[in-house]
């Protein structure tokens, strides 16, 4: 489960929200292109920065598709939050770092500017980091992508919906036959060189009825033609039920992902159930919006694992404070408590620290001077709780990494 509560601190920056993406395979991708920060000093080595006093953590750091990120800076520090600099992840994306309970590990990325901070705790030995700010190792921007396409038989009251690989969906009310759909400033996927393209059509009532699917496409392609939609064809109900009452002002909403793709999505102001091709199903999470007065709860699951929706079922932060003098966070997630809670600060640049969910306050890691550039004084703050139904306790969730099987809380400020 995960809680969020975003606090506009002196920037105008929106907050952003966490990808939670499924992991595959392929070609590591380079963060840094293997050079110290700033010209800074060589790594200080000697079995890390708290040598003889530590345990070793395995660290595997990936992007948001899975693909490791080599390259990738490696700090660690002492229960002080003082921070070296120890090493680079190779070309599998990992590192051994000696490490001590109440430290933190510090992954450091150039372009974007992107820092992931971990506290140590006892038992914590194996850490599986997907990059979650869902930039890390995507490629130049390639320009405006359009995709076309024709539904003649589709609802012309109705509307249809494109994706594209590792880019939210974009939906058309009908001109005519016609679908048309652009996706400016398009960057693909982390680390890969192709995409594709989903697109279907939904009746006024919300029915899926027609759908097409391009095969790979070379990144830089400035138009793709689906043609026509082809029909549905069976369809398989993939809807839930909460299981407590909504707020009557609560906003509900469902979303299909499989393969960095939405093929499917939901709102109770539908009049038919939330159905996609059968077809689909295998290997798809579905995610759950529910958004109240009080912030919004997201669910991942696996589709055959579906059983209910507990909107309830974690406990959300209240306001936090951020003192920039001491760069001290302090928060209270509630009841129940998950396996995780993260922080995020955001000024253009973005730090993500990783921290246990029983903590109500965390002083951020001190930096080394060649790191200046990922200190930061001031941004937009975001509170998250996670937790997942799998795995138990804050190790358990850090050597895995961001799993399908999770629930999410959010809870946003009030006007």
Not at 65 to 86: F, M, Q
Request: hydrophobic share 35%.
């Amino acid at each position: 489960m995960k809680a969020l509560y975003c606090l506009a601190l002196p920037t105008f920056l929106a907050c952003r929200g966490e990808p939670f993406q499924s992991a595959t395979g392929g070609s590591s991708q380079t963060a840094n292109g293997g050079s110290t920060p700033n010209g800074g000093a060589e790594p200080s080595g000697g079995g890390g920065a708290n040598a003889g006093g530590g345990n070793i953590l395995n660290l595997e750091f990936v992007g948001s598709t899975g693909v490791p990120v080599a390259g990738a800076y490696v700090l660690a520090s002492g229960a002080d939050g003082e921070s070296r600099y120890i090493t680079d992840t190779d070309g599998q994306g990992k590192a051994s770092v000696e490490v001590v309970a109440g430290g933190w590990l510090t992954v450091a990325v150039e372009d974007p500017r992107v820092a992931i901070s971990v506290m140590v705790t006892e038992g914590v030995t194996e850490l599986r980091l997907v990059d979650p700010s869902d930039q890390v190792g995507r490629n130049a921007t390639t320009g405006q992508l359009t995709v076309l396409g024709n539904c003649a038989d589709c609802d012309p009251t109705g509307e249809s919906v494109v994706s594209v690989s590792c880019r939210g969906s974009i939906g058309y009310p009908y001109d005519g036959v016609s679908v048309q759909a652009q996706f400016s400033s398009y960057r693909g996927c982390p680390g890969e060189s192709n995409f594709s393209v989903v697109a279907f059509s939904l009746t006024y009532g919300g029915k899926f009825e027609y759908y097409e699917e391009s095969g790979l496409n070379v990144l830089g392609t400035a138009s793709v033609d689906l043609g026509y939609f082809s029909p549905a064809g069976d369809l398989a109900d993939v809807g839930l039920l909460p299981t407590q009452p909504l707020d009557p002002d609560a906003f509900f909403y469902a979303l299909l992902k499989r393969d960095n793709h939405i093929r499917g999505q939901w709102s109770p102001n539908y009049t038919e159930p939330f159905q996609v091709p059968a077809a689909w199903l295998p290997g798809s999470t579905v995610e759950y919006s529910y958004s109240d007065t009080l912030g919004s709860v997201i669910s991942f699951e696996p589709v055959e694992a579906l059983t209910s929706f507990n909107p309830g079922a974690v406990g959300r932060p209240g306001q936090p404070s951020f003192d920039s003098s001491t760069k001290t966070i302090s928060f209270d997630v509630g009841q129940p408590k998950g396996d995780m809670v993260q922080l995020v600060i955001d000024d253009g640049r973005l730090h993500y620290m990783l921290v246990p969910p029983t903590l109500s306050e965390v002083t951020l890691p001190t930096l080394p001077p060649e790191f200046f550039a990922w200190s930061i004084d001031s941004g937009d703050l975001t509170v998250e709780h996670v937790d997942a139904f799998d795995v138990e306790g804050y190790p358990a969730r850090l050597a895995v990494g961001p799993v399908a099987a999770e629930v999410r809380a959010r809870h946003y400020p009030g006007p």
